[in-house]
C-alpha cells in the first residue's frame, strides 16, 4: 500500500469540497472494497477523506410516499428495515444475497453502488487491464471470460458489475442523489448511474471528479411479488453468474432486471412488455444484442432459465 494522507469530513458538502481541493482524493466509509484495492495497488489515492461523520446514515420516508436512503446506511440495516422489507421486498432479498454478514455490516449504501468490478484481469496487475490502466489493452478478450459479460461490452472491456443491490433498485427505478464542491446537487436515474465501457472503461459512472453520492430514493411502492433469483457457484459469499430482480403482479406484467451479465444493472423496459408471453419473449428481447464468448455462451440460456423460475414462483405466490 502507497502513502496517503487522511482527514474526516463533517458534512456532505465539505466532503466534496475536499475532494475538489486535493488531486487523487477519495471517498472512504466501510472501505469494504477500496481498501482491498489500496493493499493490491490497483487504486492508490494519495489522499483519503473518511465520510461516516457526513449524518447520511437514516432511512427517512419522503413527501412522495417513497423512502430516501442515506448513502452511508449499512447494507444489514437496509436489508432489515421493516418498511424495506414490507414494500421493497426485491431489495432486502438482493442485498442478503450478497457478500457476507461481516460484509454487510461495514459497507455502506453508496459504497455498494460504486464497487469496481471482480473481473480477474482486473485484479491481476501482471494483465492488460483498460479498467485499471487506460489503453494497455483488455486481456480478458480472447482469454478466460466464464463470469464475464455478454452485452453490452465493448472493444476495450468485457468486466461485468458485480453488486446485487443495484439490480434491485435497477428494477425499483430508483434515484442516486449527489452534491458537488460548489454546493450544486443532481439526481441521477439507477439506469443512467453506471457507464457501459465504450471506450472509457476506467469510468465506472456518470459522476463527476469529486461529486459525492448523498442518498438513494426510492419511489412510491408498486405493490406485486419482489423476487431476487440468484445464480452462482456457491451457496453464499459469491458473485452471480446470473441474478434476476423482478416485481411482478398479478397480472403476470412487471419489470425485471438482470445481473451477472451486463457491465451494469440490466433492464430493457421494451422486453417487459413481452412478460404475458414468457420468458423465452422476454429473454430475446432483452438480450437481443448480446455478444458471448465461447465461455460465457451459458448464459444465455442460464437467463431464459432463472426468469422463467422467477415467473412461476410469481404466479405461484
Known amino acids: 500500500m502507497k502513502p496517503f494522507t487522511y482527514e474526516r469530513a463533517k458534512s456532505p458538502g465539505e466532503a466534496a469540497a475536499a475532494a475538489a ?22 487504486e492508490a489515492p494519495r489522499h483519503l477523506i473518511d465520510v461516516n461523520g457526513t449524518g447520511l446514515d437514516r432511512i427517512e420516508p419522503t413527501a412522495e410516499g417513497g423512502l430516501r436512503i442515506g448513502a452511508l446506511v449499512t447494507n444489514t440495516d437496509l436489508a432489515a428495515d421493516a418498511r424495506v422489507r414490507r414494500d421493497y421486498g426485491v431489495l432486502t432479498r438482493a442485498i442478503v444475497a450478497g457478500a457476507s454478514g461481516q460484509l454487510r455490516n461495514k459497507a455502506t449504501t453508496a459504497g455498494n453502488l460504486l464497487q469496481r468490478t471482480r473481473c480477474p484481469y482486473f485484479y491481476d496487475t501482471n494483465q492488460a487491464c483498460n479498467k485499471r490502466r487506460p489503453g494497455s489493452g483488455c486481456a480478458a478478450i480472447g482469454g478466460y471470460s466464464r463470469q464475464l459479460a455478454v452485452i453490452g461490452t465493448s472493444t476495450a472491456c468485457i468486466a461485468t458489475y458485480p ?12 434515484t442516486v ?27 465506472d459512472t456518470v459522476l463527476a471528479p469529486g461529486e459525492f453520492v448523498t442518498g438513494v430514493t426510492l419511489p412510491r411502492p408498486i405493490g406485486g411479488t419482489h423476487i ?12 452471480a453468474l446470473v441474478s434476476v ?14 445481473g451477472g451479465i451486463a457491465p451494469r444493472p440490466w433492464r430493457v423496459e421494451a422486453a ?4 404475458p408471453r414468457g420468458a423465452k419473449a422476454v429473454t430475446a428481447r432483452l438480450l437481443a444484442d448480446a ?19 422467477v415467473m412461476e414462483e410469481a404466479k405461484a405466490a
Open 177 to 203: 442523489e449527489t452534491v458537488r464542491a460548489d454546493g450544486a446537487t443532481r439526481r441521477i436515474a439507477m439506469g443512467d448511474f453506471h457507464r457501459l465501457p465504450g471506450t472509457t472503461p476506467h469510468l
Open 21 to 42: 481541493r486535493t488531486l487523487g482524493a477519495r471517498f472512504i466509509a466501510g472501505g469494504t472494497n477500496l481498501l482491498d484495492l489500496m493493499k493490491l495497488e490497483i
Open 291 to 309: 455478444k458471448p464468448t465461447h465461455d460465457n455462451a451459458f448464459k444465455v440460456p442460464l437467463v431464459e432459465r432463472t426468469l422463467a423460475a
Open 163 to 174: 453488486g446485487d443491490m443495484a439490480v434491485a433498485l435497477r428494477a425499483l427505478d430508483a
Open 228 to 239: 431476487y433469483r440468484k445464480v452462482r457457484d456457491r451457496a453464499s459469499y459469491a458473485f
Open 245 to 258: 430482480a423482478a416485481v411482478i403482479g398479478k397480472d403476470g406484467t412487471g419489470r425485471v432486471a438482470v
Open 272 to 275: 417487459e412488455a413481452e412478460m
